[in-house]
């Protein structure tokens, strides 16, 4: 029911995404789609790039008054670091690579499309993509909080400086997860991920981690047991898995749990004094059979280290045939926390989507009856 897709380059004029499926009468507020962006170009250990964007969501089309119509939406991103290269994309003297980065999508890339230059594929592969998603993930987060449902996120691991996670209300870790410049709500180990950023910088290396995305006030029922691609685990493993440099993906402590019997995983119920039932714990980060249980929902992701490393790595060069090393391009050493942003995003829009697939309708009236 819910699509989008976004298009541009890393260094082209701008990203743009057009959103589709939004039930009208959703009123807009274009302020917290930009505080997203402001959220996703921040963290400790990103690159020189962050500091030129400024980046902020123009609307096109789809609104009237503030509010959605059930018209597409297009969003606009403007790149600011296009007017550093305007000049040389209009004289088509972009600079060449043809020495492939490993763990970029260089190689793959130049073979697939018949290329003998990477600059095509690294253009489009740059995770710069992720800040049109983040803003197509704000309008689905706008959807959800209309129907109480709100997502968060913090960064539990950098370079194995684990933190240790209070048992405390996820809202409350998300506020201390704001507070920390690598999205960690464990202050100790905040201080251990910067000296690990910084070691990493000094060695000219990177680092990667895991962050874990949830989202409170889902509702019982949102996806289904009764086909494969209607699972709701399935749908957000796929969209957190998409975001570049996303390897692995958990729902609730999955790998802890396969090293468990049963009685000490599984969520016991218990009568709830309100009435139905409640559990004692939430292993199963709040899906069983492929669809919500009520409990929040919690996805963790790995993220692998920033393939581009200012220490160069062993290549060919394609263009001869003959070992190179591969060349520096201004990069992030480490971009978790900007990715556990992007995280929220897709784990927004899936539940969007599975959200208007379980309530139908048109416009938010509709919806809410
Ligand atoms: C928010 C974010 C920022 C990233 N920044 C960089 C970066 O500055 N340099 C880099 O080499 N890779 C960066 N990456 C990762 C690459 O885009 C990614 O590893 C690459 O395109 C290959 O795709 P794959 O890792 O999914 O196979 C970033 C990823 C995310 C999610």
């Known amino acids: 029911m819910l699509r989008f897709l976004t298009a541009g380059e890393s260094h082209g004029p701008c990203l743009t995404a057009i959103v589709d499926g939004l039930p009208a009468g959703l009123e807009v507020d274009i302020e917290a789609i930009n505080r997203d962006l402001t959220r996703r170009q921040g963290g400790y250990g990103r690159g020189a790039r962050m500091k030129i964007e400024r980046d902020r969501a123009e609307v096109l089309g789809g609104l009237m008054g503030g509010r959605t119509t059930g018209a597409p939406v297009a969003l606009r991103i403007d790149n600011r670091d296009w007017a550093n290269w305007r000049e040389r994309w209009a004289d ?24 003998d230059d990477a600059r095509p594929v690294l253009e489009r592969a740059s995770a710069r993509e992720t800040a049109a998603r983040v803003a197509a993930g704000a309008l689905a987060k706008q959807l959800l909080a209309a129907f109480d449902v709100v997502v968060g996120s913090y960064v539990s691991e950098i370079g194995g400086m684990v933190a240790t996670i209070p048992d405390h209300p996820l809202a409350d870790l998300w506020a201390r997860a704001e507070e920390s410049e690598v999205r960690c709500p464990d202050a100790e180990a905040s201080g251990r991920m910067k000296a690990a950023i910084d070691r990493a910088k000094e060695a000219g290396d990177s680092l990667g981690g895991v962050f874990v995305v949830a989202a409170l006030g889902v509702p019982v029922g949102l996806g289904s047991h009764v086909q494969w691609d209607r699972r709701l685990d399935a749908r957000l493993a796929a969209a957190v898995m998409s975001i570049p440099a996303v390897k692995g993906v958990e729902i609730g402590p999955a790998f802890e749990n396969a090293r468990r019997p049963g009685t000490h995983v599984h969520d016991e119920f218990v009568p709830a004094a309100e009435g139905g039932v409640s559990r004692l714990s939430n292993r199963a980060g709040g899906l069983e059979g492929g669809m919500t249980n009520g409990q929040p929902v919690v996805v963790r992701a790995a993220m692998k280290p920033i393939p581009t490393t200012l220490a160069p790595m062993r290549s060919v060069d394609l263009a001869t045939g003959e070992p190179a090393e591969t060349e520096y391009q201004r990069s992030d050493v480490c971009a978790v926390p900007a990715a556990s942003i992007v995280g929220e995003a897709m784990v927004a829009w899936v539940l969007a989507d599975a959200l208007l697939d379980k309530l139908g309708g048109d416009s938010i009236a509709e919806m809410a009856r």
């Open 92 to 115: 088509d003297d972009l600079p060449r690579l043809t020495v492939p980065r490993p763990g970029h999508a260089d190689y793959a890339g130049m073979v697939k499309y018949g290329l």
